[in-house]
């Protein structure tokens, strides 16, 4: 037998089922409803409801077939006209439970009728989110090897000795079967200061461009949650409200495929149930957010990195510990790491909450659709998410408001997280000043160096009119010094002044250096001499100069002499060195 899609809406008056049944033969069908209870048979479709309120067989209830559609459509009247029906886009828990095949039931509830009621009323009650507190017992000697519990509810256990290889690219506890909870956090928390990068955090912090950008993304419950403010006050609130949020075709496809089972939780249990979902939704926030919607390859990635509750299989105390921890890992594994995006998943499971269990539904099912198409991810969902797709279908939206209340009574700070990210954000903070200190120093410097050119032009220009005031005032004094040496006395023998010679020397080698005179010591050349005396070349052209520059008013034998004299002095020798 096949199950048919189906859906259910309401009037005032009416329970409108339609049923999707192509391939059936419409000459061949049965409809059979009393009570809370719906039945529909068209080979080869069947169809069995638990219904949220009582209908009654009066004569009114009408029938219809589209064949170009090929849908039944039933209006079936209320017992009580005016009654609302909750839950009826609930559609796994609508469907009926699938017995056992076996002779005995696995288990067996005793005093069902008596066990319901009292579930009831607990239900009924208000809940307290804080955990109960036990003293400290040592454990038996006789307790070795125990198994550890996880899963949903803490119902599972042993599943890793039987698939270690697949879950260890899941989670990143190891051997979770005989780890305790307590040293899970351990470890969980080890590995996270492990992880934490201080300048991947200072470069988000302070490069926030593609975080403000991703932050400006509003998913489908931000309107959603717009509206239900908005109808606040009005009447028939919580049918407002379920009428917000509706589901796709293939959401609906994914709720028929589901097998309707109840939880045996004991109070504990149930609170850890909704702290897990808790942790879940600020994983799946956190996603939508930074891929604004968009699944990728990541995104299973991200959802069961960010939970702790998936990856570690943590269980909590209290709703802080579930921020502490999701706020810890934001900042140590995704991309973008950003306390205003963990703020932001917060703000947004509080909305989620409060839009009542039709929401937190839908975002079960996305995170299901997630984890399904991926190949390693997928055992999770039998783990934990089908699991919460049937349980909350269940559940009383008041216990969820409860949540939400609960949730935004909490609080998250930076310094909370253990992380010492205000430290990291101060220095940061003074060595960005100091660079911008810096940085205007040499602005500051630039400006001042263009203004005090002139004032060095000026002064090189001065430096240059003076050196040329100096150089002619020697020039002047040599050409006296040679006009007196032109008339000195002949008993004193030949003298002159050779630096002038060297000083208009076209290849400027040697400038400012002097000649001793004929009068000078005969034993020591001069210094210029001796500088000159490595380069023979260069000496012998200096001296064709000398010779025909330098003029003596003498007779010629005395010239002769002093042409000789000369000559040696410019070959670096004197007459006596010869000798």
Not at 45 to 52: D, V
Not at 141 to 157: I, K
Not at 235 to 248: G, K, P, R, T, Y
């Amino acid at each position: 037998m096949l199950t048919p899609a189906f859906d259910l809406s309401q009037d005032p008056a009416f329970l409108t089922v339609a049923i999707r049944v192509p391939y059936a033969r419409v000459s061949e069908f049965d409809v059979y409803f009393e009570g809370v209870d719906f039945r529909f048979y068209a080979k080869p479709y069947f169809l069995r409801l638990t219904l949220p309120g009582r209908v009654v067989e009066n004569g009114s209830e009408q029938g219809s077939y589209d064949a170009d559609k090929g849908i039944f459509t039933i209006r079936l009247p209320k017992e009580t006209p005016g009654q609302h029906f909750e839950g009826l886009n609930m559609l796994t828990a609508l469907l009926a439970p699938r017995k056992s095949r076996t002779a005995k039931p696995l288990v067996e509830e005793i005093g069902a009728s008596e066990v319901s009621e009292e579930r009831v009323e607990e239900e009924d009650e208000e809940f307290d989110w804080e955990i109960e507190q036990s003293p400290y017992e040592e454990a038996s000697e006789s307790a070795l090897n125990p198994q550890y519990h996880y899963g949903f509810g803490n119902l599972r256990s042993g599943v890793f000795q039987r698939l270690q290889d697949e879950l260890s690219d899941v989670i990143d506890i190891k051997d979770p079967d005989f780890t305790p909870a307590a040293e899970r956090r351990q470890k969980r928390l080890a590995a996270e200061l492990a992880k934490f990068d201080p300048d991947h955090y200072l470069a988000d912090f302070f490069e926030d461009e593609a975080v403000e950008q991703v932050l400006k993304y509003n998913p489908w419950w931000t309107d959603t949650y717009t509206e239900m403010m908005a109808s606040l006050g009005k009447s028939q609130e919580q049918e407002n409200h379920a009428a917000l949020v509706s589901f796709s075709e293939e959401e609906k496809y994914q709720l028929r495929k589901f097998v309707n089972k109840s939880y045996l939780l004991d109070k504990r249990a149930h609170r850890q149930v909704y702290y897990g979902l808790i942790d879940i939704l600020l994983a799946y926030c956190y996603e939508t957010c930074v891929t604004e919607g968009e699944r990728n390859v990541e995104s299973a990635w991200n959802i069961r990195k960010l939970s702790s509750t998936l990856c570690w299989f943590e269980t909590w105390t209290n709703v802080h510990e579930i921020l502490v921890s999701f706020g810890r890992r934001v900042l140590c594994y995704p991309l973008y790491r950003h306390f205003k995006l963990v703020m932001k998943a917060y703000r947004d499971t509080i909305k989620i909450l409060q839009l009542g269990k039709s929401a937190v539904l839908k975002c079960l099912l996305d995170v299901h659709k997630i984890f399904q198409e991926n190949d390693p991810a997928y055992i999770l969902n039998d783990l934990y998410i089908s699991d919460y797709c049937v349980w909350i279908q269940k559940t009383k939206s008041s216990k969820l408001a409860a949540l939400a209340e609960a949730l935004k009574e909490a609080s998250l700070t930076k310094a909370q997280l253990g992380l010492e990210l205000e430290e990291l954000e101060a220095a940061a903070f003074l060595v960005q000043e100091e660079e911008t200190a810096l940085k205007a120093a040499r602005s500051i410097s630039r400006q001042q160096t263009p203004s005090s050119s002139p004032e060095a032009s000026d002064s090189e220009e001065s430096d240059s009119t003076s050196e040329s005031e100096t150089e002619g005032l020697d020039s002047e004094q040599g050409e006296l010094t040679g006009s007196k040496s032109e008339t000195v006395d002949p008993s004193r023998g030949p003298s002159f002044e050779a630096g002038s010679a060297l000083l208009i020397d076209d290849s400027g080698v040697c400038r400012n250096s002097a000649i001793g005179t004929s009068g000078g010591s005969p034993g020591k050349p001069p210094a210029s001499s001796c500088a000159l005396g490595g380069s023979r070349p260069l000496i012998e052209e200096l001296g064709e100069q000398l010779n025909s520059t330098v003029q003596v008013s003498e007779p010629k034998d005395s010239g002769a002499g002093s042409h000789s004299c000369v000559q040696g002095r410019v070959n670096g020798q004197t007459p006596s060195d010869r000798l």
